[in-house]
């Protein structure tokens, strides 16, 4: 929306010729800030009287009426009104980030290790595929109920910053690539490795680099899905009835379709990236991996573990979509608070 400014000009009247301007003055009578200018124009000579008045003012709350500690400790929700809306949205966005991504954390363990199988296990093993199931049940048989969440801090870390900004996402998504190959390598590494010792091993034996092994089809995946995902969003919102498209509900299952399609679309880059991101991995670009995967898997492989991640997508949109509109209320109810004890305070006074 563009946005409206105001104009002030100054023009040189002949039948005028004088002006008195007040300097500008808080009107003590009423709630402004800084706030008034005015200036009288006086005639020239005989008419007596012509003038003009130019009056500017903002509204603003007087210090003296603004809640004392002993409310904001009955109110605390007044406090979020203090913080920036700005800054507010931005963490609503960080907490709905990293709540949707711990919820969904074991699917998402189950998918990695799905679309790895084949350069895992390489020529140690005939089967190059390991079904849904059979990865679910190896994860708490090997590793027990923690398993699930193996390799979530770095994802966590890396989904509270990138979450917040996401409209920045190209930029930022190479700051905070590494962890996601961190996650990965402790996702699909057996043992009880932490993650610093896995980034020194990674830094000793395969260099810096290694940190970024598969970015080229991760950023080129980064635009079609994007577009996908609005596109879709936008098509299927305005196909719905026009007393349906307002509704929260609404929102969830438009988010849930519209992430499917473009999932479907870009999910053999996310293979591709998954396979370069591994230690020892065959394939240096893009143009090896991508041909070596079809060779050895067919086009299938590059659908490896689409189901869990499909599984993954719904309660995914839904937390996030879920926490951030909470945590936006919640900013809402702390505004209207604090403005209730301001005009509770205004009318003690008064």
Not at 247 to 256: G, L, R
Request: proline share 5%; net charge positive; hydrophobic share 45%.
């Amino acid at each position: 929306m563009r946005e409206e400014r105001a104009v002030l000009t100054f023009r040189s009247l002949p039948e005028l010729n004088s002006a008195q301007c007040s300097s500008p003055r808080n009107d003590s009578g009423a709630l402004w800030k800084s706030a008034r200018l005015s200036c009288s124009i006086l005639g020239n000579g005989g008419g007596g009287g012509n003038f003009a008045s130019l009056t500017m003012v903002e509204k603003a709350e007087r210090a003296e009426f603004a809640p004392s500690s002993a409310q904001l400790l009955k109110h605390p929700l007044a406090m979020l009104a203090y913080v920036p809306r700005g800054a507010a949205i931005f963490m609503a966005g960080a907490v709905a980030g990293a709540a949707a991504k711990t919820v969904t954390a074991p699917l998402d363990r189950v998918k990695l290790l799905m679309q790895t199988h084949g350069v895992r296990v390489g020529q140690e093993s005939a089967k190059k595929a390991i079904g849904f199931v059979e990865a679910l049940a190896l994860i708490g048989k090997e590793e027990g109920i923690k398993g699930y969440w193996k390799g979530n801090l770095p994802q966590v870390i890396r989904i509270i910053p990138y979450s917040a900004v996401q409209l920045f996402s190209y930029e930022f998504y190479k700051v905070t690539y590494p962890l996601d190959v961190l996650r990965l390598r402790l996702a699909v590494e057996t043992g009880h490795r932490t993650m610093s010792e896995i980034a020194l091993i990674m830094l000793r034996e395969e260099g810096v680099a290694s940190f970024y092994y598969g970015l080229g089809p991760s950023l080129l995946g980064i635009a079609p899905y994007i577009a996908v995902n609005f596109c879709m969003f936008d098509l299927v919102k305005k196909s719905l009835p026009e007393k349906y498209q307002n509704k929260a509900q609404s929102s969830v299952i438009t988010a849930v379709v519209s992430a499917a399609v473009a999932t479907l679309t870009c999910y053999p880059l996310d293979t591709v990236r998954r396979q370069m991101q591994m230690r020892g991995a065959p394939y240096k670009t893009f143009f090896d991996a991508f041909p070596g995967i079809v060779e050895r898997d067919g086009f299938i492989g590059l659908y490896r573990g689409f189901l869990p991640n499909a599984l993954k997508n719904l309660p995914n949109s839904s937390i996030r979509l879920s926490t951030f509109d909470i945590v936006k209320r919640l900013i809402s109810a702390g505004e209207k608070e604090l403005q209730q004890i301001t005009d509770e305070n205004r009318a003690k006074q008064g």
